[in-house]
């Protein structure tokens, strides 16, 4: 296998810029180590890898942020991420829940990434993302920093999903003034753009408005193998083998990949024709291996008589978006930023 | 396929703490040179090393391919440090492996050329593209005013008395005490309403009253600085048992000075805050069971003078005595008695050079800090003096945060949100009284913080990045503490303590905080070798008398002094000086086992005394016991 390493190794080098190569590079290295082949996860090691970074009160480029504590009992923390602004020099802390005075404010429930099973909402990547977010959508930015797989599987991150949806839905300092309402979208990167589009599910059954959804590189699969999972495995930094781990670690003891979870369209999927779904911009990287998935999950949205918007990136890897030295990025930012505001 | 030999580069490497002798550059480049977008990510590399670090990470995914599972388990079980630093910690991987794997891709024939040539393909960023501008350090940001906020939902009425606190600060701060007097009287209407047993209501009342003490009664602090250091010290017993905070901060330092000791066989711990030693048990155990034998083990204790005859640094040193001797570990205890660890001089320890020594600071270094940085703050001192002594490690744990701001407000405000976490975490703790005496433990400190100034304010709490680069400019490197730590304190937090505490990694330190908000933080430092300083050598003369137990009065006139009493097989003996009134200094009794032996009138040992007085003498000395009189001569 040494030799197809070679060119894999040589490939993708050659699409991200080397500092880009080596942060991916090294997740991938970590990751590596953390996974277990019986399934279980190094959370300690995990934990003492990753880099996180504490919410500051303080604006920093114009961009505040807390943390709050939303159920005790689970530990269920979220981060919020406001726009200072700009009148006082210093920032009182009873101003973090000073209400919103823009006719229309977007409020962006966030959901990052790392597969279920990596990373949190005070992870140095993720935080430096919904500064960003907050800066270019002139949003509010609601972190969630859910329970991860293995030890919390599947619904538990859909569970904290729900409850901080509920939560940010009936914060009256978030409401718009224009029709004292929250204007929420939900966004997710990797396992986040799945938790986001399965929070929306349960939004539209309970009967909480979403205005819209933004998928990054969403994490969907499914038993079949696809002609991209095939193609791309190993090339662009990631395997098959790992993606299967993850949905091992996160799906119900006992379940295949076409479990509902992970396969929203797949045999065991409901239908959503009639449904009364938000508006989804779905951002596809070219050298992602599951992009088919990602595809026909464009596809099922738009049979289903959805409004659905495709941003396919042919030259991206994933994580593109973490470093702020590619053209997609900045696509794709601008791009998060008309979705969201073009309801201003 | 030509062998890439990284010997070359790796011995040339200034990467991270791996080579704390080779040449680097001066601070500023160094830091100038580091890639922003990683750093805005959370890890330090310089640019310059960027394609080192590429192609080590290369040659550890071929290693990963070539045997997962072996390298899996390698990975995982080996100690881990200072993940930021990547340079370093992909060097440590590939050094796990005996022979590091090459990369064949690295390099490739060049068809034109027919020469090897790196095999450099990443593509370069747009130089137009456009410049985000980033912050790339978050360390800068916590030196800036960082305030973090962990806060759960609050009731209006707590909103309101926050709003209230806040403004009542800013009066005072602006010097307007009438109109704060007002909002007092408000806050305190305010309080009886708002529920006190939890959340914002119980620390909202602290601040109330710090706020009142300092409209009222100033910023000197009166009876609360005053409280006796007995009243301190059960109040201190009742915080470690309520909550993890001390119990990690020994447990971490523990670790450090435990690995720092590995392979020395005369071992010194100084340890800045004795208080009743409840640090010590599980270090004297944890020596007892190291593999090849425990070492002797010397601990000065520092701590207050006891009021009323009392002695209880001597009485803890010999519990802990008994301890060690239940455990075959030879120990020798002193204390020093010392109001102000300012006052302690680096003769009084008795540093013999030949030790390894660790000093230990749980939360005292921060009361050495002045409000303003001028030329002769005791911590200059104190640090300077610590690095005399050459220790082989220095562990120090303060609380995490930035309570020494030159400003009021800024002050309150963090203190306002750093015990208001604080507090949350102690919700858990259900045991009485732990709990109650916990509360005024930290309502003292919040006081402190409130309503003093001047030297009054002992409570001043700098975060990590100020004690870095503090500590660093003093003389002293990072000893990064590790994986397994972490894993450790981790697993001890989730067996003995209620849900919510976290620890986390920075650069090498460990904190432990409530959910995301770190409070107290642990690092391990070494001094940059350099020759070792020459411990004082002012030593005087000194005689004076002592009774049977070896109480000596001394002339007022000369101060007292440690005496440091050798018998020939180096068995160490300890003299106690029951002097009323002697600044600084408490002698332990000797150890009843010890016999002096039938000629003790007559022993010659050596002796190093060194009191306050300036006048310079020669080493050695011989001193004579007689008939309860010893003799320097």
Redesign the interface.
Known sequence: ??GS??IN??EC???????T???I??F??AY??????DGTF?R??A???D????????P??GVFS?????D?GT?L?I?IYRPATGEEP?????D??KPVTAEVVPVIIFFHGGSFAHSS?????YD?LCR?LVGTCKAVVVSV?YRRAPENRYPCAYDDGWTVLKWVNSRSWLQSRKDSKVHIYLAGDSSGGNIAHHVALKAVESGIGIMGNILLNPMFGGQERTESEKRLDGKYFVTLRDRDWYWRAFLPEGSDRDHPACNPFGPNGISLEGVKFPKSLVVVAGFDLVQDWQLAYVEGLKKAGQEVKLLYMEQATIGFY??????HF?VVMDEISNFVRSDC | MVLYDDSATLAGSCSGSSSSFSSKPPPMQQQQDIDDLLAGAGYKVRSSELRKVAHRLERLETAMVNSPADFSQLASDTIHYNPSDLASWVDSLLSEFAEPPTCPSEFIMDPVTNQTVANDVWTTTNPNMPQVHHNISYEQQSLNNQLTVVTAMEEDSGIRLVHMLMTCAECVQRGDFSLATSFLKDMQGLLTRVNTVCGIGKVAGHFIDALSRRIFQGIGGGSINGGSAFENEILYHHFYEACPYLKFAHFTANQAILEAFDGHDCVHVVDFNLMHGLQWPALIQALALRPGGPPLLRLTGIGPPSPDGRDSLREIGLRLAELARSVNVRFAFRGVAASRLEDVKPWMLQVNPKESVAVNSIMQLHRLLGSDSNLNSPIETVLSWIRSLNPKIMTVVEQEANHNQPGFLDRFTEALHYYSTMFDSLEACTVEPDKTLAEIYIQREITNVVSCEGSARVERHEPLGKWRTRLSGAGFRPSHLGSNAYKQASMLLTLFSAEGYSVEENEGCLTLGWHSRPLIAASAWQAVSHAPAALDTHRPVVSGACDRNFSSTHPPTALASLLFLKRNDEEEICFESGEKGTPGLDWPYPNKEREMGKNAASQHVHVSISPHLSTPLALPYNIFIRDGHFILT
């Open positions: 296998m040494a390493n070679e190794l040589n080098k050659m699409v991200v810029p080397l500092n190569w080596v942060l590079s090294n991938k290295l590596n180590i953390l996974r277990r082949p190094n300690h090691l934990e003492f890898l880099r996180k970074v504490p919410a500051n009160a303080n920093v480029d807390f943390d709050v504590l939303i005790r530990g923390l981060r210093q920032l009182n802390i009873v973090l829940e909402a005070n992870s140095t990547i430096y960003i920093n973490l470093l702020p030295n590619n053209d900045h």
